[in-house]
């Protein structure tokens, strides 16, 4: 009605004092007002009338909030009481609704914790946003490769050419040996270019920042390394020995910011133009990658203009390979590979385990409040004859599926706090449980969320009971929308089977990895870098060792062979033969002593290992790998001339393959010259009387290098540690897949208890007329084998594509053989069955007479 | 029979007093003349629709009219129930007054 037109008063007040009043008082006194509007419209004028108008509006509003807080707090006591009494009568039901979704609680919020965590990577730095590094990416016709590693020369080029870009560092880590009068350690130390301090943002507890690293043989330590070699003392202008190579002075202490990195760690940190002097690197090169580089974008540059413009500044430097510059965001270091990919799948794949334990949870609350609805259909009866309409009725529901969850939620921090010292054990991780007002409400947000989710089917089913019939007598049917349960158990077993399968599939890929023969022996080999006294008098080292019966060989090696440092690309590597159209991605070059061989029982496709026999091999010899030979198509490789960057040599032998990755990656072409950068011993042990022979090592050291202290690592330590991320998804995974299962049986054994209770009856009947336990048994049983076995049909195909998915990622992989899905859904009936024949058996050993007593 | 309130007894003989013409404004009004004192318009509803449920008082429908934005008036009618209050409330009211020393009511 248009107020104006017809002289009445505000549309709107007359709406919300009709909402306000009485149903019943409405019409009289709506009409009353309006009448009083009019004849103060008509003295005083319009303005006048409305205020008076609105002013009636404001006068009713407090008793009308008054009277809706009074009575939703009445009902609300009442249905908390009511609640009570329920989750009292019936304590195994309510133990089975909180316990599941407490467990599926606390299983969201370890996994959250987990998933901030690992989204907090980097983020200490000020900076962070604006820092990327660099890779350089290959595409040829073998494939696409990215490289992590740059030359030298490209980072300070990007810098002085692009005003976008602020800074660029070149940063590379080495394990080295710092020595400090008789104190030595081996020390992680990074060699960089000083933006590093600005970029990263480090702190200088001592120094100063800007001429730290003005000089060439000024060295930079944290905090922690200062303290072991100087204590208490000034370390300012100390010297610390590196290596045998020279003194170094400390210029400043400093602290990097605190927070998780994918920096890698470091000790020490001396200025990359260090690089130079010491191994005369050129450090003007456009070709060789050897160095990580980061660059700092202006903090209003737009980053992917810049990466567009800078693509291709390598190209010129490349001409039979197609190479472009990547920048990739620090912050996306940690979960994003540059290739695709990355941790990000496990951040999904926890979380979705989490939130379908917690999908369980809800379930089992569904299933079992729906199944007794018959329980409460004399209750809902009774309020609807007392006028309760069907949205209190939903509500009512839905409270006390929310005071469930609240009581579940509770229970689910006490189980977080029981369960977070195991789990950071589990994920490598220093997790502690947050008490700030944001994730208090998260997590309280979370539980009403499952309350109400676990709540809406049940509210409206129970509320939607005709109350004549209840209250007649009508048995009530709760089979009649019973395929609704069904569904719910199914989908809780499809679940369940699908994470079954999952850790099945991890279980059988990392055996077969760890089984699988990896062409090389790592077990009982030892590793630790070369320090200077030893390596200068390597050979009688080696020699009054090798005269030990407990040790096989001592070898030098430029990197433990677990993982290759070294990788050549397609133009650095030539051969007697090659073609242009011969172009191979990545080629790992290793360098070695002839020990190499016996020390890793190597065995030859052909030739033979460098040997100390031919003086020839040490000066001009080369071994290749099969996949080498094949790649670089040669027929006979014996005698053929192959350079790789500035090494060269004929080949004398052929190995055969062996890993030196993890089986995530393929094997690559191979080259090993001997004595190429050597500065990592390996010492092969029999395995008898390991502790001796580490002490006799160490001894020996320190005749020539006093106050040696070892630290060594075994080989297949350090492989492991290549699987730990794998091993750490199979723990969590497992703890997940154990968790739902256990949940889904939970509501199993209480859905089982509810049927055997409502055919209490009947069974007795068929007692009596004759039947066997066995028959009732199987009577029982029948219904959910059945639902079981529909839930492997469900769960197979959508396991078997994720798991091709996840294996597809490895080089080499088990096969997805039928048995891990047969042995799942097997494992899955047993458990099903075992839950339910407890409430099954119970009910058929039950005496009939008890049963039918009163009838 | 619970004794009425002050109120329900003013406005009951508002209502009384106003026989046929006992609606919201009316009542109100009288209220006011009765009382002296101005009124909320808002605030006889409450005792009314209280009397009313205890059948002191029943309601019919008016035309509806064009000034009340096409609503309809309610009058309010004394139920024999509400006479027999009013009369109980009387009786007292004279009781209580007749054995009562003179007062001294002091000018204010």
């Known amino acids: 009605m248009n107020e104006r037109e017809h002289g009445g008063p505000p549309a709107l007040a007359t709406m919300i004092l009709s909402r306000l009043m009485d149903r019943r008082t409405a019409e009289g006194a709506l009409g009353d007002l309006e009448e009083r509007y009019r004849t103060h419209a008509a003295h005083d004028g319009p303005t006048r009338a409305r205020c008076f108008y609105w002013s009636q509006v404001a006068a009713a509003v407090p008793g009308a909030i008054g009277n809706l807080v009074y009575w939703n707090t009445v009902m609300l006591g009442n249905t908390l009481t009511v609640a009570m009494r329920n989750m009292k ?120 920042r800007e001429t730290a690293l003005a000089d060439l043989p000024n060295i930079v330590l944290t905090g922690e390394t200062a303290r072991k070699y100087f204590g208490d003392e000034d370390p300012i202008g100390q010297t610390v020995r590196i290596m045998d190579w020279y003194d170094a002075k400390v210029t400043g202490i400093i602290e990097m910011p605190t927070g998780n990195t994918t920096l890698r760690p470091f000790d020490a940190m001396i200025d990359f133009g260090v690089h130079k002097p010491l191994w005369g690197r050129d450090l003007e090169d456009w070709k060789v990658g050897n160095y990580l580089t980061y660059i700092r974008l202006r903090p209003d540059a737009d980053a992917h203009a810049v990466s567009e413009k800078i693509a291709g500044v390598l190209q010129p430097h490349f001409s039979d390979t197609s190479v472009a510059v990547r920048m990739h965001p620090l912050l996306k270091e940690r979960l994003h590979d540059v290739a695709g990919g990355g941790m990000i799948t496990y951040v999904y794949v926890f979380s979705t385990i989490a939130l379908l334990v917690l ?42 599926a929310v005071l469930l969850a609240l009581l579940a939620a509770g229970l689910a921090v006490g189980l977080v706090q029981l369960l977070l010292p195991h789990f950071n054990r589990l994920a490598l991780k220093d997790l502690a449980v947050p008490v700030d007002a944001g994730s208090i409400l998260a997590f309280t947000a979370v539980a009403l969320a499952a309350g109400l989710a676990s709540g809406s089917y049940p509210a409206f089913r129970l509320s939607s009971h005709p109350p004549v019939g209840v209250l007649r007598g009508v048995p009530l049917s709760s089979g009649g929308k019973s395929w609704f349960r069904r569904i719910l158990v199914v989908s809780q077993f499809a679940i369940s089977i699908f994470l079954i399968i999952g850790s099945l599939v991890i279980h059988r890929q990392l055996d077969y990895i760890r089984g699988k023969d990896l062409g090389i022996e790592l077990e009982n080999v030892m590793v630790f870098p070369l320090s200077g006294p030893v390596s200068n008098q390597f050979e009688s080292f080696r020699d009054r060792l090798e005269a030990d019966p407990t040790i ?263 096969d997805l053989s039928p048995v891990v899905f047969l042995l799942a859904g097997a494992l899955a009936l047993v458990i099903a069955l075992l839950t339910v024949s407890y409430q099954s058996c119970r009910a058929a050993l039950r005496n009939p007479a008890d049963a039918l007593r009163y009838e | 029979m619970k004794l009425l309130s002050r109120i329900e007894e003013i406005i009951l003989l508002a209502v009384w007093r106003l026989q046929d013409e006992a609606y919201g404004i009316s009542i109100c009004e009288e209220v006011a003349r009765a009382t002296g004192e101005t009124w909320q318009p808002g605030a006889i509803y409450g005792p009314l629709s209280r009397l009313h449920r205890k059948r002191l008082l029943k309601t019919t429908r008016g035309e509806p009219t064009p000034e009340r934005g096409g609503r309809s008036k309610t009058y309010y009618h004394l139920t024999p129930h509400g006479r027999r209050a009013l009369q109980q409330v009387r009786r007292i009211n004279a009781r209580i007054w007749s054995d009562i020393p003179v007062l001294e009511f002091d000018t204010p």
């Not at chain 1, 990416?137 to 990007?158: C, E, I, T, Y």
């Not at chain 1, 010259?673 to 090592?697: H, K, N, Q, R, Y």
């Open chain 1, 89 to 208: 009568r019936h304590k195994v039901f309510s133990a089975i609704n909180v316990g599941g979704l407490a467990i599926g609680l606390a299983c969201c919020v370890l996994i959250m914790l987990w998933v901030r965590n690992e989204l907090g990577y980097d983020r200490g730095y000020p900076h962070a946003r604006e820092i990327h590094r660099l890779y350089r990416q290959f595409d040829s016709s073998d494939g696409r490769r990215f490289s992590s590693v740059n030359p030298a020369a490209l980072g300070p080029a990007l810098a002085a050419d692009y005003p976008e870009i602020v800074d660029a560092v070149r940063f590379m880590n080495y394990n080295w040996s710092v020595t400090r009068d008789d104190q030595c350690f081996n020390e992680l130390v990074a060699l960089a270019d000083p933006a590093f301090f600005d970029m990263f943002s480090v702190r200088f507890l001592l120094g100063d």
């Open chain 1, 359 to 400: 999908l369980i949870g809800c379930f089992n609350y569904m299933n079992l409040s729906t199944a007794r609805s018959s329980g409460r259909a004399v209750e809902v009866g009774v309020r609807k004859v007392l006028g309760a309409g069907r949205g209190q009725l939903v509500r009512q529901f839905l409270s006390e």
């Open chain 1, 552 to 814: 096989v060989g001592v070898t030098r090696v430029n990197a433990p062979p677990v993982r290759r440092e070294s990788t050549a690309s397609g133009e650095d590597v030539g051969w007697e033969g090659k073609t242009a159209g011969d172009y191979i991605a990545g080629f790992g070059v290793m360098g070695c002593d002839p020990s190499f061989e016996r020390v890793f029982g190597l065995e030859m496709a052909a030739g033979r290992f460098f040997s100390a026999d031919h003086p020839g091999d040490l000066s001009d010899g080369v071994v290749l790998n099969e996949t080498a030979v094949r790649r670089m198509g040669l027929d006979s490789p014996l005698g053929k001339r192959v350079s790789i960057w500035d090494s060269t040599g004929r080949v004398i032998g052929v190995v055969k393959d062996f890993h030196v990755q993890t089986l995530r990656d393929e094997i690559m072409p191979l080259a090993i010259f001997p004595g190429w950068g050597i500065d990592t011993v390996c010492i092969g042990l029999t395995g008898e009387a390991i502790p001796t022979a580490m002490s006799l090592i160490e001894r020996t050291i320190r005749d020539y290098e006093p106050g040696y202290r070892l630290e060594s690592r075994f080989l297949d330590e350090m492989l492991d540690d290549q699987y730990a991320p794998e091993e750490r998804i199979r723990a969590i995974v497992d703890y997940g897949t154990s968790l739902a299962i256990f949940v889904a049986c939970l509501g199993l054994y209480g859905l089982a208890a509810y049927t055997a209770e409502r055919r209490t009856k009947e069974i007795a009947v068929r007692k009596i007329l004759g039947a066997s336990v066995a028959g009732i048994v199987l009577l029982l049983s029948r219904d959910f084998s059945r639902w079981v076995l529909l839930a492997n049909l469900i769960a197979w195909p959508v396991a078997w594509y994720a798991a091709r998915r996840w294996l597809s990622g490895f080089a080499y992989h088990a």
